[in-house]
């Protein structure tokens, strides 16, 4: 099995991070497999916000669960409820894509970003988690200051976040494949 292959079957969600900062390099390295990821039309027109400073993953946490609250959702509640309401889990780096409002395939392309990035971090040692949970933030009454404070450029909506640092444990397991998802047609 090539490398590639091997860094895709053996990245997992980590929720438990060191709290030492990722090197500038490290960073940089992954916001570039992200920018590198296929889009539609190659419209290239993900956002990236970096987001480094604890106070402000806090607050933007905050922000998720009281949105939560504000729906009642119950698969969302317990999500809330699982992570203690830190939904970011400490992670020293946060990274949120958005697309811009108007492209119909802007959710595909924040997609395909995020798994390169994820596969990127894994490849560099670093542990990272899907926040699909960023979403709930567009739906808000308070987008437009949401949007502002994460530096949004205008007509953008929220569509993921990951969240990285270095493993403060080695990765779990891979749990395992469900059987029969695969049908073949020569």
Aim: hydrophobic share 40%; charged share 25%; proline share 3%.
């Amino acid at each position: 099995m090539n490398d590639t292959l091997k860094v895709i079957r053996n990245r997992r969600s980590i929720r438990d991070f060191k709290s030492e900062q990722l090197k500038p390099q490290d960073v940089e390295s992954i916001i570039e497999a992200g920018l590198y990821a296929p889009s539609a039309s190659n419209t290239q027109n993900l956002h990236y916000t970096v987001i480094q400073n604890q106070v402000v993953v806090e607050s933007i946490s905050k922000w998720i669960v009281d949105e939560v609250e504000k729906t009642g959702n119950d698969y969302h509640k317990e999500l809330v409820k699982r992570s203690g309401g830190i939904i970011f889990r400490n992670a020293p780096t946060v990274i949120i894509m958005s697309s811009e409002g108007k492209d119909r395939f802007g959710v595909v392309n924040a997609a395909a970003a995020t798994e390169n990035m994820l596969i990127a971090a894994e490849s560099l040692g670093i542990g990272s988690c899907w926040i699909g949970m960023i979403a709930l933030l567009a739906g808000s009454k308070n987008i437009e200051e949401y949007a502002k404070k994460l530096m949004l450029p205008e007509g953008y909506v929220l569509q993921f976040g990951i969240t990285l640092g270095y493993k403060a444990s080695a990765n779990p397991e891979a749990p395992e494949r469900k059987q029969n998802l695969v049908s073949y047609i020569k």
